[in-house]
């Protein structure tokens, strides 16, 4: 299922919801663990796990370059939210009968050419952490995929662009 967009003042806020068979402890090792965390989204890395703390968005590209982030809210298994650039992204975890929900969204001041291309992204990078979740590991990154999601997102923003 494709994220939804909604205007909220000045800004766009882009949410997946993604009910998950999980409990939500292990939904947040998955989030907050680095080991974990590496599996779905390598470039990230935490370093200070707390409010005003610290991730990184490592370049992986062999020359240790990295861009810093901070952490803007945090709340023990329930909040992780973090800068993205000028942007911020938000993980919000709630129990379920079922296991757990997991609401992760990105909330944009502008949208840009690129941003298709980073909501596809973020799809995949959800969908491999469910994976994760379920016992599925990847050992790359699905490109085919992500250009297929990118079509889509590409089309859900020059709808919602035109409401």
């Known amino acids: 299922m494709l994220a939804t967009i909604e205007k909220q003042s000045n800004r ?9 068979p999980h409990s939500v402890n292990a939904v947040w090792k998955v989030i907050t663990t680095n080991e974990k965390l590496q599996k ?20 992986n590209d062999g020359t240790n370059t990295y861009e810093e982030i901070a952490i803007t809210d945090y ?3 329930k909040v992780l939210e973090f800068d993205w650039g000028t ?5 919000e975890l709630s129990s379920t009968d079922n296991g757990s929900l997991l609401l992760f969204a990105e909330t944009l001041h502008e949208l840009t ?7 596809a ?13 379920d016992g599925i590991e990847h050992h790359s990154f699905p490109m085919e995929e992500c250009q297929q999601r990118f079509n889509e997102y590409k089309e859900l923003l020059d709808s919602y662009k035109k409401s």
């Open 75 to 77: 709340i023990e298994k």
């Open 12 to 20: 766009h806020v882009v949410k997946y919801k993604r009910p998950l």
């Open 40 to 59: 779905w989204m390598s470039n990230l890395e935490i370093i200070d796990l707390r409010k005003n703390g610290k991730m990184r968005f490592n370049m």
């Open 87 to 91: 942007d911020s992204v938000r993980f």
């Open 113 to 119: 050419q690129h941003t298709s291309r980073d909501l």
């Open 121 to 133: 992204g973020w799809h995949i990078c959800l969908d491999l952490l469910t994976d994760l979740l």
